[in-house]
DNA sequence: ATAAACTTTCAATAATTATTGAAAGTTTAA
DNA sequence: TTAAACTTTCAATAATTATTGAAAGTTTAT
């Protein structure tokens, strides 16, 4: 396999995961080119290797900002805005744990918790409803810390010291 | 807040939620359906229930067997068939989680592990794109055998037969 | 064997989501 | 201050995905 086809390979099969962590394909897709990038890229560079418009790029460029794990970048000189993406897989994975657990489990969460507690009118029916809401809200809760946890674990500010110190 | 109320609120938000675990709505409002109900159920009831139509139902009801968190229910005397789904929420967890690892996850390392394998040319852009899907290959494959494992943790045999011995 | 009771399939349609492209907005250089 | 270079916005459109409903298929009772 040559170059040019792992580069294509990565950057759509990146883009196809995006719905496992909740975004869309362009999106994805924009992240990977940057990924693998060894150098920040212009909204033009984005549009012609990705083949997509400039409103396109220029609306998913916003939403991975928004996320934090894309940054413009000035280049002095350039008039343009370049960008990149965060490097290092330990920290996107970080980033990406925080973000989706705050945007989307948390919510969830929270309505459980709500249904999990109303008034036990001593019918089948509402003891079922409380017991299995509550075993979920318990269950989404611990999911949640434990991710958060494993992502987080290597990520004290000590070790990522002597991680960039090496690298 | 009423048992209505509640139930309502619950089914929708666990189907809206279904996008996070790679399922569409009515398959999850389904399962939530399921799930909260103190019997089992019948096409019937369920399309009655989510106002949804019978194609709909079927269609719904053979991917959550296929995904393994629903099984029909003989009742004796009963033409129709009844539907029930796994009540237990880490069992639901661990299948949820080997499925998803499986169709999604999988498929996804493999193409990793091909792309951080071509063949280094020595140009920079190579190295980079080496790097960094091999650095992605071994971060996905460590977070879904964390997964797995959390997810199984307590699933031995015999904390389960302990589990269904005091239910 | 027949028909009633039920389930599945799938082409048509609806609903949702992503993408475009051009106009409006902004920044910078001269 | 003007205009060129660039970015953003958003209504229109395209692409994708979900849903319907009726015909075809299956099972069971008589």
Redesign the pocket.
């Known amino acids: 396999m040559e170059y040019q086809e792992a580069k294509e390979k990565f950057i759509s099969t990146w883009g196809s995961l995006g719905t496992l962590w909740g975004i ?4 994805a897709q924009i992240q990977a080119l940057l990924f693998i990038s060894t150098k920040p890229l ?3 560079d984005i549009m012609e290797e990705l ?12 939403q991975l900002m928004d996320w934090g794990i894309v940054t413009k970048e000035l280049i002095p000189g ?4 370049f960008f990149t993406t965060e490097k290092d897989v330990q920290e996107l994975a970080r980033v990406i744990a925080k973000e989706r657990s705050r945007r989307e489990i948390q919510p969830v969460v929270k309505v459980l918790k709500e249904v999990s507690s109303i008034k036990d009118d001593g019918t089948e029916k509402t003891k079922e409803l409380i017991k299995q809401t509550k075993a979920l809200h318990d269950l989404t809760e611990t999911a949640d810390a434990m991710l958060n946890k494993i992502v987080n674990q290597q990520q004290n500010w000590i070790t990522k010291s002597l991680i960039k110190l090496i690298k």
């Open positions: 869309n394909k362009a999106m212009s909204m033009e083949m997509i418009s400039r409103g396109n790029t220029s609306m998913n460029l916003r350039e008039r343009k805005e």
